[in-house]
């Protein structure tokens, strides 16, 4: 009988997650950036070396494989590589320019769960890679004999309320720079110092939708932004219905040009300000990140494309090989999940640790029927921009319990009874 596989040395890899991360501060973003790639999914172990593990270590590798389905990396969607080529190019496009003056930005836009954070900050953190080895980890524009600043990207959210002042300090707040006291025009000079500081090339803010742009402050913060974009810097906001919100202008979405049309403009929106909303257009490029379709060939076979990758992901003592992708699975987790990426990773982690405790070791229509999945679930959703996704019932089926925690089943029913 062969030995269950081991980590090198015989010893079991970490797994745990550490220090909490703080993207919207200058010391968690970057710890971010270098740690992000670094976690080790749980090895893949077939039924018979799993049982040959002690209780505690069969226990520690489950612990491990549940790690790795909380863990899921962000995977390429075409949807996704839309958004990383565009945001990429602003960027690029302003970071390499040798003129100064405003940078175009963009505006990236989408419902809850699908992907729009993590997407932008995985393309930021590519760049900022990229940026720190070209300028070899040093401030191309940091005066001699001072501090070497150096954070290409920032990141912030956007205020619930947001005011010129609660945005400025909120911005203020990622480099760790002191505003007490300040009034608002001292605060906007002090980002321009910090941007210019820290040869900061992309600032993001998220949750953008949190202005509702019916009270004056977001109108305030409207005119803020178009003048932080004038501090050389390319500014990427993150929101969910962008296009209806005021920021641009009210607009329809053509499902031919796969793109947002603006209508001509006529009372000049919500905006006080007779211009503003077209100099938002004319600043500001704006793309959808949309959710997996299932009407054609090709949407289709992109789905199924992903649900093959996520399944070499997955960490079950079955063959994962087509559990996800054959006979009707597709479109029963497209149904599941309206083809939002953030509802179907939520699912399909669920299934997982159900398959785990309950020994089936497998994800198929009856088990995931008995896993549903809230809004509980996903945290990191902002209420306050409107991120409050779709999510589609399930039937309720009884669910049958395991004699012991450690029982893993077979197709002929229970293999093994905890060993050892």
Known sequence: MSKPTQPAGGAVPSFLPGPPIDRTRVEGWQRWVRTR???????????????????RRRRIHDLHRLATHSSLPVQSTPMGEAVVWLVNARIEDGAYSHKAGIRT????????????????????A?????????????????????????????????????????????????????YKN???????????AAITAHATKALVIDDITRLKLHRESDQDVLDLLLEVMSMSVTLILVGVGIPTSGLL?????????KQWVVPPVKDRGRSPNPDAAAQHERRFEMIDLQPFGYDTPGQIRAWV????????????????????????????????????????????????????????????????????????????????SGEQPLIPPVDSRPRKKSKSRNTVYDDAGPAAESAG
């Open 249 to 257: 202008r009210r607009g329809q979405f053509d499902p031919v040009a």
């Open 305 to 384: 494309d992903h649900l093959a990758n996520l399944e070499k992901s997955l960490r079950l003592l079955h063959d994962t090989d087509g559990m996800l992708t054959s006979g009707s699975m597709p479109e029963y987790l497209f149904q599941r999940t309206n083809g939002v990426v953030g509802l179907l990773e939520k699912l399909v982690q669920r299934g997982c640790r159900v398959a785990i405790e309950g020994g089936s070791e497998r994800l198929s229509k009856e088990l995931l029927n008995r896993c549903a999945v809230s809004l509980t679930d996903l945290p990191g959703l902002d209420a306050d």
């Open 105 to 124: 930005g963009v505006m990236v836009n989408g419902g809850g769960a699908q992907g729009k954070t993590e997407t932008v900050c995985a393309a930021l």
């Open 182 to 192: 300040m009034r608002q025009e001292d605060l906007i000079r002090t980002v321009n």
């Open 37 to 55: 790639k670094l976690f080790v999914p749980a090895p893949v172990l077939s039924l018979e070396n799993y049982l040959q593990l002690a209780p």
């Open 126 to 178: 590519e760049f900022e890679e990229e940026w720190l080895e070209v300028n070899e980890y040093m401030n191309p524009e940091a005066m001699a004999g001072t501090r070497d600043l150096l954070a290409p990207v920032a990141y912030v959210r956007c205020p619930v309320k947001a005011t010129p002042v609660s945005t400025c300090q909120r911005i203020l707040d990622f480099y760790g720079e002191d």
